[in-house]
């Protein structure tokens, strides 16, 4: 019985590392851009699959190291061309607007990879179980969470102790005296997207080693990924690594007693944290718009 | 001048909307598709009641179009044979629902209050979805058929008369909006339009805007849900895929696409929406490709809707 606790616990972990990864991404264009990014899942499936189709020629750290980059590029050229036109617009237009892009990314990656799961092989001294009593920790499971960790760390040095990270922090409280004090918040708001996108390409590439390749990854992940950012509260970025960490645990825990609930549990701590906390856990009282 | 004009749109919208079955078929229609646009426009219409008309951001409103949907189909199979009394389970299930969620983020606005509505639907497509003895899980609800009318000793063959279904379909459709319509000229729809042009004023105006929001949240849930009662009855079939976010998805853009503006500008994105859906996924399997598209395209040239365009070009 503790064994099967601790799995779940361990599974919830990992699940929630990924929510965690990807609703950061969401939460950065968000906070910056007041855009909702609904395409988010589909560019998180597309990740997952450039990493295979590069990883015959450059190996599995290849693919690691490069298919997010190119996640995060493809995602510039699409916020160049539309997403930057809905900036400043009503909610309403850039919930549509990616909304729409979101079924064109899944139709394009089914059109050329196929509807079918396509495998996605790991290294296989990263896929071998690390202790037999504990058969579940293999070696990739460990992995990601050490990656996410790291990815999650590079992320907050950036924000905290670079220029770049510096000015979307302050672009976040008030954009207009960033703008006016010279700093080119055009660029600032594509680098930003890109950054985002970038951990959905790597939240991509991950998830393809742990739960396989198709075309509907990405929307699966989504929604847990905007219950981790309200949960967690709207503006927060720990709040958000915090939010999805917990909401994961909770749906992992959840497997054990009830399996059915998996999914719906996570709702239920939403409503939870807007009875109690309607800012979010780590939110700002206040900033509820 | 605008008063006759408003009169006499109104006029040609029931003038159509009455004869569909006549000519319908002869422009290489069927009746069903007008059943379903018709169905489709008042969800449009309801989820517009609190986009349009209330200015709030609902982006979920599948989820009460779906609980109506599996309220007709779960009461027909398992309670009682009666397509009104269903239809009244099913109103009942989603308002009820509305009015809790209601509850819990009428406070959040904008992006916040999208973002909620979105992840809150979820919970009961995961119900329907898990939940598959009684509905039926992936596979959807089925089993079940919608009962004839028995008023009296007049007897409406519902189910076997495609005519007459579409008719019964109709006589709600004008109910729920004439109610909406009386609703947005009182008083009470006046503070709406009141929130949505200014909120901070109004609530200096001593309106209480929480509830207001609320109330207008309410009356667009239950009117969503009677809408996916008629929408489980065209097939005699609920889906969850009625109560996903791509659903709610559909239903923005309709309103958005015809015009948030406008009462009956939710119709008109209905009908183009369902015909260009209908004629898409019988052509190519890329229909998806192209309804996304289609959003991006509504949302970059097309934002103020058809009324919207057509006020401009009379204005100009």
Redesign the interface.
């Known amino acids: 019985m503790s064994q099967l606790v601790l799995f779940n616990l361990f599974n919830g972990l990992i699940t929630g590392a990924f929510y965690a990864l990807m609703a950061l991404g969401l939460s950065l264009i968000?906070n910056l851009s007041?855009v909702?990014n609904f395409a988010h899942g589909g560019f998180l499936a597309l990740g997952g699959f450039l990493a295979y189709t590069i990883m015959p020629y450059v190996g599995f750290w290849g693919a690691l190291a490069i298919a997010p980059v190119l996640t995060a590029i493809i995602g510039i050229v699409l916020e160049q061309l539309?997403i930057r036109?809905?900036y400043g617009?009503?909610?309403?237009?850039s919930?549509?607007?990616t909304?729409?892009?979101?079924?064109?990314l899944?139709?394009?990656t089914r059109?050329i990879w196929g509807a079918q799961s396509v495998p996605f092989q790991v290294p296989s001294y990263l896929a071998s179980p690390v202790s037999l009593d504990y058969f579940f920790l293999t070696g990739y499971r460990l992995f990601m969470v050490v990656l996410v960790l790291a990815a999650v760390t590079a992320l907050f040095v950036i924000l905290t102790r670079t220029r770049l990270g510096l000015r979307i922090r302050a672009g976040t409280l008030d954009l207009e005296t960033v703008s006016v004090l010279g700093v080119n918040v055009r660029s600032l708001r594509t680098l930003n997207f890109g950054l985002g996108i970038y951990l959905a390409g790597l939240a991509g590439v991950l998830a393809a080693g742990l739960l396989g390749l198709q075309p509907t990854i990405g929307a699966s992940l989504i929604?847990p990924s905007?219950?981790a950012?309200?949960v967690g509260g709207?503006g927060s970025l720990p709040g958000t690594l915090l939010g999805g960490l917990l909401i994961g645990i909770a749906s992992g825990l959840t497997t054990v007693f009830w399996p059915?609930?998996t999914?719906?549990v996570i709702?239920?701590m939403?409503?939870l944290v807007?009875?109690l906390r309607?800012s979010g856990l780590l939110g700002e009282q206040g900033r509820?718009? | 001048m605008r008063h006759v004009s408003g009169i006499l749109v109104t006029v040609l919208i029931w003038a159509v909307l009455i004869t569909v079955p006549y000519w319908l078929p002869l422009a290489g229609g069927y009746t069903s598709l007008g059943t379903r646009v018709v169905i489709l426009g008042l969800a449009a219409m309801s989820v517009n009641f609190l986009l349009g008309f209330t200015g709030v951001l609902s982006f979920g409103h599948a989820a009460y179009f779906g609980l109506g949907a599996y309220g007709v189909g779960l009461t027909i199979k398992y309670l009682a044979d009666s397509t009104p009394l269903a239809l009244l389970a099913g109103m009942t299930l989603g308002t009820i629902a509305g009015m809790l969620i209601g509850a819990l983020i009428i406070k959040l606005r904008g992006v916040y209050f999208a973002m909620v509505t979105i992840a809150f639907g979820q919970v009961f497509y995961f119900i329907a979805f898990r939940w598959h003895e009684v509905t039926g899980g992936d596979d959807g609800l089925s089993g079940w058929k919608r009962a004839p009318l028995e008023l009296g000793s007049l007897k409406v063959d519902i189910l076997g008369d495609e005519t007459a279904f579409y008719y019964f379909t109709l006589v709600c459709f004008a109910i729920a909006a004439a109610i909406m319509a009386i609703l947005l000229r009182s008083p009470f729809g006046r503070t709406l339009i009141a929130i949505r042009e200014n909120e901070r004023r109004t609530r200096f105006l001593g309106v209480p805007v929480e509830q207001h929001i609320w109330l207008s949240f309410v009356i667009s849930c239950l009117f969503v849900s009677l809408a996916g009662g008629l929408f489980a009855l065209v097939n005699n079939f609920a889906d969850p895929r009625m109560l996903r976010w791509d659903q709610s998805g559909n239903f923005v853009i309709m309103a958005v696409l015809g015009g948030m503006r406008s009462f009956w500008g939710p119709l008109a994105g209905a009908l183009i929406f369902v015909v260009l859906q209908d004629y898409l996924s019988s052509m190519t399997e890329n229909w998806m490709s192209f309804i996304g598209i289609f959003f991006m395209a509504v949302v970059l040239f097309f934002p103020r809707g058809l009324v919207g365009m057509i006020r401009r070009k009379s204005m100009a």
């Open positions: 968000l007041g909702i539309l036109r809905v617009r009503d909610p309403l237009y919930l549509l607007l909304f729409g892009l979101a079924f064109v899944e139709d394009v059109l929604m905007f219950v950012i309200i709207l059915s609930a999914e719906a709702y239920v939403m409503g807007l009875l309607p509820l718009h």
